[in-house]
């Protein structure tokens, strides 16, 4: 019994592997058969005389060939769909320094590869993440403060003296060592870039929108090679390209520089709402390019996971600040440079409400003994 099971269970796939072969043999053999010429007559019967005359032979018809039925092609179902799995994509490392750092932006005037420039753009800032607030005071340059080492001087002489003695930690370090002391803010980070880069970001977004507030003429505006020229600027809504973005930032006639520091606020504000945008993303490889003398003590991953963050920022998160004219008024230096002399009770009355406690001094350190 089991052997009879066995012959069926043989005989049905051989059934099936004989009738796949058969089949298309079958059909190839009548199709050629159609085409051979039908067979000559059988010739007569011969006459045989004798003398008893045997039945002729029964001439059998020549059988013709039983068609074979026309083989159906099984359907071949399709292969199942290839089920690609969708990516999951990898999470971006998060920022992973202090959720709240106070940082000084610093804009300098390079003209030439090797010199020591001057600081032309001071903001101080803070950024807390937790919060999602951003809080920045823009500082004049020629804001007089006392400089540890070096006794009392404009504040962007803070940096080339840092430079030119070789202090610890070069320029920055001396110019945050001096924030520290007159403004009693500790600087965790810092940026420097210098005015090729602010050009080259404002034209790789296709620049920026400005409403100039009134006409402005400055006629000592100073050029590449230490010279001065006449900048015009008519009231009035207009798109500026990196060029003329950097002469708005840059013109203090017939503003003092509390004036220039209101110009810089402007463009900073406009050339945040152009990166925000989509359209910017493809820019960012030739800002890399015109940002290559770009100094920081942050890594680009770090700014990369950073703009993540401020990008969620909305405007009422954004506190913009500045030193004006109730807390600074005009002077003229020994040196017969104009300068802005500091009322710091209410500086740094400012500094208390636009920063967290957690991020003012207690109490500014005393400066070292002036350097002889």
Request: hydrophobic fraction near 40%; charged fraction near 20%.
């Amino acid at each position: 019994m089991q052997g009879s099971e066995d012959g069926r269970h043989w005989r049905a796939p051989l059934s099936v592997a004989v009738a796949t072969l058969a089949l298309p043999l079958g059909l190839l053999g009548w199709q050629v058969f159609q085409l051979l010429p039908p067979p000559d007559p059988p010739p007569p019967a011969p006459t045989i005389v004798a003398e008893r005359l045997d039945p002729l032979p029964t001439v059998q018809p020549i059988p013709q060939p039983t068609p074979i039925a026309t083989l159906q092609p099984t359907a071949v179902p399709p292969p199942p769909p290839t089920l690609i799995p969708t990516p999951i994509p990898t999470p971006r490392p998060a920022w992973s320094g202090a959720s709240s750092f106070n940082f000084v932006a610093v804009g300098v005037d390079r003209r030439e590869d090797g010199e020591i420039p001057r600081t032309d753009t001071l903001i101080i800032g803070n950024l807390d993440l937790v919060a999602h607030r951003l809080r920045l005071i823009s500082i004049p340059r020629d804001l007089v403060v006392e400089i540890p080492g070096y006794g009392k001087d404009r504040i962007n002489s803070a940096y080339v003296y840092g430079e030119q003695y070789k202090e610890r930690d070069g320029g920055i370090g001396l110019l945050r060592r001096t924030l520290e002391w007159n403004f009693a803010i500790p600087i965790q980070h810092f940026g420097m870039l210098d005015f090729r880069c602010f050009r080259t970001a404002v034209d790789a977004v296709g620049g920026v929108f400005v409403n100039v507030p009134r006409p402005l003429v400055d006629t000592r505006y100073p050029t590449e090679d230490y010279g001065y020229r006449t900048v015009r600027f008519e009231p009035g809504p207009q798109l500026m390209d990196g060029g003329r973005a950097l002469e708005y930032a840059r013109t203090r006639n017939p503003d003092n520089d509390l004036g220039r520091i209101r110009h810089q606020q402007q463009v900073v504000v406009a050339l945040r709402q152009q990166l925000l945008q989509l359209r910017a993303l493809p820019a960012l490889p030739a800002i890399v390019g015109g940002c290559r003398n770009f100094q920081s003590d942050l890594q680009p991953l770090d700014y990369v996971n950073l703009a993540n963050a401020v990008r969620q920022l909305g405007e009422s998160d954004i506190t913009l600040s500045l030193i004006d004219e109730q807390m600074a008024f005009d002077g003229v230096a020994p040196s017969g440079a104009l300068v802005l002399v500091p009322r710091w009770d209410r500086i740094r009355s400012l500094v208390r409400d636009t920063f967290p406690p957690t991020a003012v001094s207690a109490a500014p350190l005393p400066p070292p003994p002036a350097t002889p």
